[in-house]
């Protein structure tokens, strides 16, 4: 029987038994994914959703060609990306390519095809999106507004304020344990990506905010408890934390805080870092990038923040601004 994906209640993309060869080869592409890459099982059900819609899509155009046949057809599979490019996103369709190349990578190396086809596909260039980030202004009217009379606000005041100081992602958050945190150091461990733990500084508001949560739970807690637990004091759930952010959010900032995720606070910590000097290498290690590459779009945001500051305070720039919304 195939595993479930976690976010898919049911699956009826492809049915796995009509094609055993092909399954087996999935289940084993992922299991090197996660053995040897290290793969989050987050990672692991996203590809494993588009190799099924992929497959889907082979087993209704070409239902009596044998498995091998189907998966190595280039042809089928530029069908499948005009197809795919009509309904979804440039980047979509780029990271299902992806997914695929890697899989037939994997195939050939492991003796299941004869030709390694995956060094005949080209990647097409993504569309970089700037991330969304909120003003220092808005970020801490938002932190600071969050009132703290009720243990459940004090967690989510302690929250945030880890999320915008630290800039780890949510999924890092929820799993931080009580043996996790050093407040005496300001230090907090965090389990990244691929099992691998970083330590990163605290902020001293930070820092308050989490000490004034833990004393308003009480009772000393084991050290392997997880730090933020919800109304049954079980770990609290990415899609609880999101839940609470959004309404602090929209109650605080009102139009403005509709955009606002827990990964805006992210995007906002290492921008506002960068503005006030922080050096990229130490905003990489901060976020746990493995690569450099992805720390520079941060670059990019700041650079159009410095676009609009110029425009708005070039002599010249404001004249022609003026002109043009005919203002005096």
């Known amino acids: 029987m195939p595993r479930k994906i976690a976010f898919v209640k049911e699956i009826t993309l492809w049915n796995p038994e009509n094609a055993a060869a092909t399954w087996d080869w999935v289940q084993g592409f992922l299991e090197y994914l996660k053995i040897e890459k290290s793969s989050s099982e987050h990672t692991l059900a996203s590809y494993e959703l588009d190799l ?3 497959l889907r899509f082979l087993n209704r155009r070409a239902p009596n060609e044998e498995e091998k046949e189907r998966i190595t057809d280039l042809k089928l599979l530029r069908v499948f990306l005009g197809e795919e490019s009509k309904r979804c996103s440039r980047n979509t369709v780029s990271r299902r390519l992806s997914v695929i190349k890697g ?21 097409p260039k993504v569309q970089v999106k700037l991330p969304h980030v909120i003003q220092q202004d808005d970020a801490a009217k938002l932190i600071d507004s969050v009132p703290t009379a009720t243990l459940l606000e004090k967690r989510s005041k302690a929250m945030m304020e880890l999320l915008y100081s630290t800039g780890m992602r949510i999924s890092e958050l929820v799993q931080i344990n009580y043996d996790d945190i050093d407040l005496r150091k300001g230090l907090v461990k965090v389990h990244g990506k691929g099992d691998k733990e970083r330590l990163i500084p605290m902020g001293r508001h930070c820092q308050s905010a989490i000490n004034d949560y833990i004393r308003a739970q009480g009772l000393r807690k084991p050290g392997s408890s997880p730090l933020f637990v919800n109304r049954d004091g079980e770990r609290i759930s990415v899609r609880s934390l999101q839940r609470n952010l959004r309404f602090y959010a929209v109650e605080i900032l009102g139009g403005a805080g509709v955009k606002i995720t827990p990964h805006t606070f992210r995007h906002s910590c290492a921008t506002h870092l960068l503005a006030r000097g922080a050096g990229l290498r130490e905003i990489q290690e901060l976020l746990g990038h493995e690569s450099l590459v992805t720390t520079q779009k941060y670059t990019h945001v700041d650079i159009e923040r410095m676009k609009k500051s110029y425009r708005a305070a070039h002599p010249k720039e404001k004249r022609r601004l003026k002109k043009n919304t005919g203002t005096a």
């Open 103 to 123: 899989f037939l990578k994997y195939l050939y190396r492991e003796g299941h095809t004869d030709t390694n086809l995956s060094k005949l596909i080209v990647l």
């Open 52 to 54: 099924r819609i992929w």
